[in-house]
C-alpha cells in the first residue's frame, strides 16, 4: 500500500466550521477523507457581528464557495454526542458518523446574561434581532463589557444610530490597553456620545435600566458537548485540556482548536479567544493530525501575539503593539489608518482560508 492511499483512508471528522474548524478542515482535505459537521452552510465572519448589529447586509460566505471541489464532505447538523470508546460522533439529524481522528472545533458564545428581560437583552449571537431593535425607534443601549468587544459595538452603534444614547458599563474601559491605547479609546467614544461608566459590576442584563442591553461581558467556551462525552476539561476556564501539539490531553485521538481549546503557547502563555488565535491554532491542530496519521514527529505548538486591532466606528480604529504574551508595548496606530489596518486584517483571515482551499 502506498502511503497516500493509506492516507486517503483515514477519516477525519471536525466540528465546527467557524475560522479553526474550516481551516483545519481544508488544510487536511488533501491528506485525508474529511467530513465537516456544522449546522449552517455558510462560514460566518464572528468578528464583524457588531457591524451585522450596525447594518452592514451580510457577513456570511456560503460554505460551498470554500469547499468547492476540495473534497470535504459538509453535514449540516449539529453533533449532539461523541462516543470516544466508539470513535463515534451522533448528529442532531440522526447521522452516526464514525472517525479515526476528531477535530473539536466548537467556538465559543457570550457568558449568559441571566437574561429575563426578555426582548431587551441581546448579544452579538443575536446582532440580527439588536439592529432589528434599533432601527425600531431610538431609546437608551447600555452595553455591558468594557473589553475589545464591548469597546467596538459601543462605537459602531453609536456611530451607526446617532438618536440612540449608548452607555458602556464597565469595570475598566479597555483595562489590557496601554495608557495611550486607553486614552484613544475613551476620546473616540466619547466624540461618538457614549458615556462611560467605569468602576460598574453589573451581574445581570436585568440590574440594568436601559431600553435594550447588550451584554458583552464574557465570553464561554462551547464546551459542554466535550464534558458530557468525557474530554477533560481545564479546571478554571473550561476549555478543553490539550497538550503542546493541540491534542486532548485526556484522548489524542482528538485534537482541539480556537476558543474550545485551552491552548498555550512558550512566551505567549495561555492563549485568550480570539480570531487571532482560532486560525494558528486551526493550522497546528491540521499539521499534527497529520503528521499523526502519517507516523512522523509532530511539531509542538509555537505562537507570539503582535497586535491588538480594535475598530472604533468605520472611521477610526486603533492598533496596539504587544510583546509576545499580548501585554501592551508603548506603540499605537489610531484614526483612519488603524481602521484601514483592521480591515485589511479580517480581509485576509477570510483569504487565508479560502488559500487553505486552493
Ligand atoms: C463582535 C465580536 C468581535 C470580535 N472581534 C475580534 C477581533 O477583532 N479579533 C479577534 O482575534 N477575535 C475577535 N473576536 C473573537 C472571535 O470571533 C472568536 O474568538 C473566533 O470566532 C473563534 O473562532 P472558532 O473557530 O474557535 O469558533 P467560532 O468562530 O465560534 O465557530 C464555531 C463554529 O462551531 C459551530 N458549532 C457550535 N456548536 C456546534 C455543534 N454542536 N455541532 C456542530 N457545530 C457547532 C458554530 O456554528 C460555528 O460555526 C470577536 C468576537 C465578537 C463576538
Given at each position: 500500500m502506498t502511503n497516500s492511499t493509506a492516507k486517503n483512508d483515514h477519516q477525519v471528522l471536525v466540528l465546527g466550521a467557524g475560522y479553526a474548524g474550516l481551516l483545519a478542515a481544508l488544510s487536511l482535505a488533501p491528506h485525508a477523507r474529511v467530513t465537516l459537521v456544522d449546522p449552517s452552510e455558510h462560514f460566518t465572519e464572528r468578528v464583524r457581528q457588531h457591524e451585522l448589529a450596525a447594518g452592514r447586509p451580510a457577513i456570511t460566505h456560503p460554505l460551498r464557495s470554500f469547499?468547492?471541489?476540495?473534497?470535504v464532505e459538509h453535514i449540516a447538523a449539529r453533533a449532539t454526542a461523541i462516543d470516544l470508546h466508539a470513535r463515534v460522533v451522533t448528529t442532531d439529524n440522526g447521522r452516526s458518523l464514525p472517525y479515526d481522528r476528531l477535530v473539536y472545533a466548537l467556538g465559543s458564545r457570550t457568558a449568559d446574561t441571566a437574561d429575563t428581560g426578555g426582548e431587551r437583552a441581546f448579544t452579538a449571537e443575536t446582532a440580527d434581532a439588536l439592529r432589528k431593535r434599533l432601527r425600531d425607534r431610538p431609546g437608551r443601549l447600555a452595553i455591558v463589557g468594557g473589553g475589545l468587544t464591548g469597546i467596538e459595538m459601543a462605537a459602531e452603534l453609536a456611530e451607526a444610530y446617532p438618536d440612540w444614547d449608548v452607555r458602556l458599563l464597565s469595570r475598566?474601559?479597555?483595562?489590557?490597553?496601554s495608557a495611550k491605547g486607553r486614552a484613544h479609546v475613551r476620546t473616540t467614544l466619547t466624540a461618538l456620545g457614549v458615556s462611560l461608566a467605569e468602576g460598574e459590576r453589573v451581574?445581570?442584563?436585568?440590574?440594568v435600566d436601559a431600553d435594550a442591553v447588550l451584554w458583552s461581558a464574557s465570553m464561554v467556551p462551547n464546551t459542554e458537548l466535550a464534558a458530557r462525552s468525557g474530554l477533560a476539561l481545564h479546571?478554571?476556564?473550561?476549555r478543553v485540556e490539550v497538550d503542546a501539539f493541540l491534542r486532548?490531553?485526556?484522548?489524542?485521538e482528538v485534537y482541539v482548536a480556537g476558543d474550545a481549546a485551552a491552548a498555550s503557547a512558550p512566551g505567549a502563555g495561555p492563549l485568550r479567544m480570539a480570531c487571532a488565535t482560532a486560525l494558528p491554532t486551526g493550522t497546528q491542530a491540521a499539521a499534527a493530525l497529520r503528521a499523526s496519521l502519517d507516523g512522523t514527529e509532530p511539531r509542538p505548538f509555537r505562537f507570539g501575539y503582535q497586535l491588538q486591532c480594535v475598530s472604533l466606528g468605520r472611521r477610526n480604529g486603533l492598533v496596539q503593539t504587544v510583546h509576545s504574551d499580548d501585554t501592551p508595548r508603548e506603540l499605537i496606530l489610531r484614526g483612519r489608518v488603524a481602521a484601514f489596518t483592521k480591515e485589511q486584517i479580517v480581509r485576509y483571515t477570510v483569504r487565508l482560508i479560502r488559500q487553505a482551499a486552493r
Open positions: 469547499l468547492g471541489t476540495t473534497g475598566e474601559v479597555g483595562a489590557g490597553l451581574t445581570s442584563a436585568d440590574d479546571p478554571s476556564n473550561g486532548s490531553a485526556s484522548h489524542p
